[in-house]
């Protein structure tokens, strides 16, 4: 079984400018979420999808941060624009539906950097 | 909202001995508790897990345990190997939602 792919693996660019993330999760896998890991930190759930609807965004900065997963497969997770503080791992993890039985699989993550 | 609180932040133990990581959590909603490995340049991958209908779990060298009464819950590793070196993660959900993760444990095991 294929894992959850994700790309690039790394990025880097200056302050102010855009940004985007790509996802492609485990095939059957409804429930998809992007997570931020800060350098030296536990991974932060960023928003979380069920299908292509959102079930929790509660900690995404939707003044310059933005996600979409449309037909319900990819997702993409976009930056605009980006601030030094954004430097970090950005983790997809998916996982079959279910309530509690949601075991996630995390891809390999896209490192960024700001400059 | 839920707050997860891990210790110890680094952990040194000799090949063979035994490692516990413990973990607080706050909400008494939450009900689903994964441990995650996380190697250098990987995502977390999920080593166990256990529900709150459940006081311990056991996968080989690998438990975990939890007191719901008291909110924590704990990993042990018994017989460790060097291949055991990683950072370990605790975390909290309820329902499959609203996943918390704890701030991480370094683990080294000596040879």
């Known amino acids: 079984e294929a894992g959850v792919a994700q790309s690039p693996r790394y990025k880097i660019i200056e302050k102010r400018q855009s940004v985007a993330f790509w996802c492609n999760p485990i095939?059957?896998?409804?429930?998809l979420y992007w997570y931020q890991q800060i350098l030296g930190q536990g991974p932060k759930l960023l928003i979380q999808?069920?299908?292509?609807?959102?079930?929790?965004d509660s900690q995404l900065p939707k003044d310059r941060f933005s996600a979409e997963r449309l037909k319900g497969v990819d997702s993409t997770l976009k930056i605009q624009p980006a601030k030094l503080e954004d430097s970090a791992v950005y983790l997809c993890?998916?996982?079959?539906?279910?309530?509690?039985?949601?075991?996630?699989?995390f891809g390999p993550g896209t490192r960024l950097t700001v400059l | 909202g839920e707050n997860v609180e891990q210790h110890p932040s680094t952990l040194s133990v000799q090949e063979g001995d035994s490692a516990v990581i413990k973990c607080t959590y706050s909400?008494?909603?939450?009900?689903?508790f994964p441990w995650y490995k996380q190697e250098l340049g990987k995502g977390p991958q999920l080593i166990i897990d256990?529900?709150?209908?459940?006081g311990e779990k056991k996968d080989q060298r690998i438990a975990v345990t939890l007191n719901k009464t008291a909110k924590h819950f704990s990993l042990h590793i018994t017989e460790t190997q060097p291949e055991d070196s990683a950072v370990y993660f605790c975390?909290?959900?309820?329902?499959?939602?609203?996943?918390?993760f704890g701030p991480g444990t370094r683990l080294s095991v000596l040879p």
């Open positions: 993890a998916s996982s079959l539906p279910g309530g509690t039985q949601g075991t996630q699989y």
């Open positions: 095939s059957g896998h409804a429930t």
């Open positions: 999808f069920q299908n292509n609807g959102v079930v929790d």
């Open positions: 909400d008494s909603a939450s009900n689903y």
């Open positions: 256990i529900r709150s209908n459940v």
């Open positions: 975390a909290a959900s309820t329902e499959g939602q609203n996943f918390v």
